[in-house]
C-alpha cells in the first residue's frame, strides 16, 4: 500500500496569513501514461464530512476559492493557502487515488493562534 | 443535488452484527464504484471497502477482510456495508463515497462496546 505522510499534524494561524501543508507519498502518484498525479486534498471541519478540495493535485474542484491551492509531482505535494480566513479552519488531509487502495494521509489540523 | 445518506448505525455489543445502507441521488450511481471509509473518534480517515461499478470486484482493507462485506443494489441506489464480528476498534463514523467524483455522505457513528 502507497504510504501518505502529512506534515505538519497541526498548525497555529492567524487570519490573513499564508500557510503550507505538506505530504509526501512512498510512491510516485504520477502516470507515466497522462502525465496527471493522481493526489486529492481534502477539508473536513468539525461535525461534518470531508469535503474535495483540489483533485489531481492541482485541479481546484468547482465552488472552492481559488485561496487553495495544490501543486507538486511525483512523490511531493503541497496545499497553499493564501490569506487564511476563519473559515478555513478545520483539518485537511490528502489523499493518493493513483492505486488501490486508496490511502490518506494522518490529517493537519488548522488552528487560530 | 448530490445526496448519500447514510443509516443503520448503532450502539452493538462485540461480537454482534450490524449492516450499513447508503442511499444515492443526484447523479448515476450505476456508473461508479463506491467506497465505504471510517473514522473513528478524534482519529484520521480510513479507507475499508471499495466496490466496482457494476459489482464485479470487492476491495477490503486487511483491518476488515473476513468480517464485513460490501454490496450494492444498482436498481435501488443503494451501497451496503455487513459488519460482523464486530469489535471496539469498529467503533467509528462510517461514509459512504463516490471517492472518484468527490461525492461524501453525512456519516453514520456505529459503536461496539459492552
Known amino acids: 500500500d502507497i504510504v501518505m505522510t502529512q506534515s505538519p499534524s497541526s498548525l497555529a494561524v492567524s487570519a490573513g496569513e499564508t500557510v503550507t501543508i505538506n505530504c509526501k507519498s512512498s510512491?510516485?502518484?504520477?502516470?507515466?501514461?497522462?502525465?496527471?498525479?493522481?493526489l486529492a486534498w481534502y477539508q473536513q471541519k468539525p461535525g461534518q464530512s470531508p469535503k474535495l478540495l483540489i483533485y489531481l493535485a492541482s485541479t481546484r474542484e468547482s465552488g472552492v476559492p481559488d485561496r487553495f491551492i495544490g501543486s507538486g509531482s511525483g512523490t511531493d505535494f503541497t496545499l497553499t493557502i493564501s490569506s487564511v480566513q476563519a473559515e478555513d479552519l478545520a483539518d485537511y488531509y490528502c489523499?493518493?487515488?493513483?492505486?488501490?487502495?486508496?490511502?490518506f494521509g494522518a490529517g493537519t489540523k488548522l488552528e487560530l493562534k | 443535488e448530490v445526496q448519500l445518506v447514510e443509516s443503520g448505525g448503532g450502539l452493538v455489543k462485540p461480537g454482534s452484527s450490524l449492516k450499513l445502507s447508503c442511499v444515492a441521488s443526484?447523479?448515476?450511481?450505476?456508473?461508479?464504484?463506491m467506497h465505504w471509509i471510517r473514522q473513528a473518534p478524534k482519529k484520521g480517515l480510513e479507507w475499508i471497502a471499495l466496490?466496482?461499478?457494476?459489482?464485479?470486484?470487492?476491495y477490503y482493507a486487511d483491518s476488515v477482510k473476513g468480517r464485513f462485506t460490501i454490496s450494492r443494489d444498482n436498481s435501488k441506489n443503494t451501497l451496503y456495508l455487513e459488519m460482523n464480528s464486530l469489535r471496539s476498534e469498529d467503533t467509528a463514523m462510517y461514509y459512504c463515497?463516490?471517492?472518484?467524483?468527490?461525492?461524501w455522505g453525512q456519516g453514520v457513528m456505529v459503536t461496539v462496546s459492552s
Open positions: 463515497a463516490a471517492l472518484s467524483r468527490g461525492y
Open positions: 443526484g447523479f448515476t450511481f450505476s456508473s461508479y464504484g
Open positions: 510512491q510516485s502518484l504520477l502516470s507515466s501514461g497522462n502525465q496527471k498525479n493522481y
Open positions: 489523499q493518493q487515488h493513483y492505486s488501490y487502495p486508496p490511502t
Open positions: 466496490i466496482y461499478y457494476d459489482s464485479s470486484n470487492k
